[in-house]
């Protein structure tokens, strides 16, 4: 499961990777059922509301966001792979049972692998074209993803 066996395209990809001081099982525990998820998956001070995990393949991945102000940003989205450990795949380009989205932005992938007691955590983003990349990368990006993996981080000590 390297990122070398993923062809990234840097006009279109976003990339976030570190070695994490946590088990790949505990990652994966963390991303794979909802009542983790709500600790973690958003950076503060947003919190995630609502967490709805199918973990198979057309399954379904379904969060609330709320930011500081109060709103809500609902998200669904499919799972496309599962590799338990190692690999987790969704996209919000799909609904639920592999039905077309009405709004895609963005396939999401997470790599975790091991690095002795570690693991080497890599997330990507990929986006359909470069506008959707740049937006995603002018929302913040690297710095919102990296403060979840923290979170995670943070949170994992506690599974």
Known sequence: MTLQSHILDPKLDLILERVIDV?????????????????????????TTECEIDLRPGGMFRFVMRSPEGQSFPHIGCFLEIIENKKLVWTDTLLPGYRP?????????ILLEPQGSQTQYTAIAQHKNEEDKL????????????????????????L
């Open 23 to 47: 088990s790949k099982e505990l990652v994966w525990r963390a991303w794979t059922q909802p009542e983790h998820v709500k600790h973690w998956f958003t950076p503060a001070p947003w919190v």
């Open 135 to 158: 937006k995603h990368e002018s929302m913040g990006f690297r710095e919102g993803w990296g403060k979840c993996l923290d979170q995670l981080i943070s949170y994992a000590t506690t």
């Open 101 to 109: 989205s009405e709004n895609p932005f963005f396939t999401a992938m």
